[in-house]
């Protein structure tokens, strides 16, 4: 008898090339009969280099055009951070969901594709099932945490038009950039490094949550909380439904709508993105973080009858996690 899927696991049809292999978990697509550390290093370091320099080589580009209207933008050394500064960060980070695919069909000879989730197709099934489920309350967790008074700074209106439409439209693509890098590609990197797939389930957590927290620069004790929390949940959501469309979903919703506040609260934003340093958090942050776990439980409570979702079986072929060489 089979067991019926989940309301929130609708697995679809799978589109699945021979090269990924049948039956394992979202985070052991990568695994292979040798660990192949040397071979992840190098994954990671070409990501890293990814999120380097798509924002140093566009923001260069676009400071050209934003000089000529009398702004100094960061990447050139200045604090105004415009509409046009910021249009050029959000695709710079998007252009990680290609490079990411491009690195581990190069490293691994596995179908970019298969970076989406566990039937190698973007389930946008879930994603809308998701967006109604978890997306409001998340939404209310995020916005009043801009309750507390901030510090202001004036805004032209053509930059507050700008800066929305900016935001809305290619927050989303920076958000699911990342994942596609981090919960995508170094999840499954650092997850293929074990024997066990438990074993790799942890270490892809840790240390994707603990990379990307280092990543983000904070000394703040209430942000390194925030993070940690925040990006372990993800992966852990990531791993239980086979993919990255809540993980996406989530992080789009908590920076498009933060992005989206910052300036018609007439934050200074550029300020608030770069200076994460010891004093900056509050105890408010362990309210999403809170929130986190929550969703995190309910999508586990949602998948309780199916586990973690694999990848496909071809029932000709029977599945099996590798067998490690003992030398390695």
Not at 30 to 35: F, K, S, T, V
Not at 142 to 169: H, N, R
Not at 241 to 247: K, N, S
Not at 290 to 315: D, E, S
Request: hydrophobic share 50%.
């Amino acid at each position: 008898m089979t067991t019926r899927p989940s309301w929130l696991l609708d697995p679809g049809e799978p589109r699945n090339a021979p090269s990924v292999p049948q039956g394992v978990e979202y985070h052991r697509v990568l695994a292979g009969d040798q660990r192949r550390i040397g071979r992840g290093i190098l994954a990671i370091v070409l990501l890293a280099a990814g999120f380097v320099l798509f924002p140093t080589v566009i923001g260069w580009g676009l400071a050209t055009v934003d000089v000529r209207f009398g702004n100094t933008p960061p990447i050139i050394g200045g604090t105004d951070y415009t509409p046009l500064y910021h249009a050029g960060s959000m695709i710079s980070l998007g252009l990680l969901i290609p490079w990411s695919m491009l690195i581990q069909r190069w490293l691994y000879g596995v179908p970019g594709a298969s970076l989406h989730s566990v039937t190698s197709r973007f389930r946008f099934d879930l994603f809308g099932r998701s967006l109604v489920a978890l997306a409001p309350a998340w939404l209310v967790v995020i916005t009043l945490g801009f309750l507390a008074p901030v510090a202001e700074v004036p805004w032209s209106q053509t930059d507050l038009v700008a800066m929305f439409l900016a935001t809305l439209l290619l927050t989303p693509l920076q958000a699911a950039g990342e994942e596609y890098g981090v919960r995508g590609l170094i999840f499954r990197v650092v997850g293929g490094w074990t024997r066990r797939p438990r074993a790799g389930l942890v270490a892809g957590t840790v240390v994707t949550a603990v990379l990307f927290t280092l990543a983000h620069g904070s000394t703040d004790p209430y942000i390194i909380v925030w993070y940690l929390v925040l990006f372990s949940g993800l992966a852990i959501i990531t791993w239980r439904t086979g993919g990255l469309e809540i993980a996406v979903l989530l992080h789009a919703v908590l920076n498009t709508a933060s992005l989206v506040m910052a300036p018609y609260l007439r934050i200074d934003l550029g300020g608030a993105l770069t200076d994460r340093s010891a004093g900056v958090g509050s105890p408010y942050q362990l309210v999403p973080a809170l929130a986190v776990v929550v969703i995190t439980a309910i999508v586990w409570w949602a998948t309780r009858r199916t586990g973690p979702a694999l990848t496909p079986v071809n029932t000709r072929t029977p599945a099996r996690e590798p067998a490690y060489d003992q030398a390695t």
